[in-house]
């Protein structure tokens, strides 16, 4: 089964940038897409951005569209989602997702409880938005 790993977060001041990256232990032959939630503490885990492999398409929840683009590279495995023009709501642990059969997008992030759906997460990376 593939292994997720995130990384790339930090501490970063409003209107500032990050890049995150999600590197996979496998091939994209075992999974069809990478979708990247959040959680702040005592709320639940909410879907950010999903990317499809089969058409490439991606899909973005509405706070972000316009800040956050998520995109991948197939020679290293690795998906990023780069954040821009966080502000201070963009706190959150993010994790990486995916699952061991095809999952719609649209679906997992459209979803209150649609992470429950996936069954292969990372461990999250922090991102703290503070002046």
């Known amino acids: 089964q593939v292994q997720l790993e995130e990384s790339g977060g930090g501490v970063v001041q409003p209107g500032g940038s990050l890049r995150l990256s999600c590197v996979a232990s496998a091939s994209s032959h075992s999974y069809t897409g990478i979708a990247w939630f959040r959680q702040v503490a005592g709320k639940e885990r909410e879907g950010v951005s999903c990317i499809n492999f089969s058409d490439g398409k991606t899909y973005y929840r509405d706070s972000v569209k316009g800040r956050f683009t998520i995109s991948r590279d197939k020679a290293s495995n690795t998906v990023y989602l780069q954040l821009n023009s966080l502000n201070t709501e963009d706190t959150a642990v993010y994790y990486c997702?995916?699952?061991?059969?095809?999952?719609?997008?649209?679906?997992?992030?459209?979803?209150?409880?649609?992470?429950?759906?996936?069954?292969?997460w990372g461990k999250g990376t922090l991102v703290t938005v503070s002046s």
């Open positions: 997702a995916t699952d061991s059969v095809p999952f719609p997008c649209q679906v997992v992030l459209g979803t209150p409880t649609g992470y429950l759906g996936l069954d292969i």
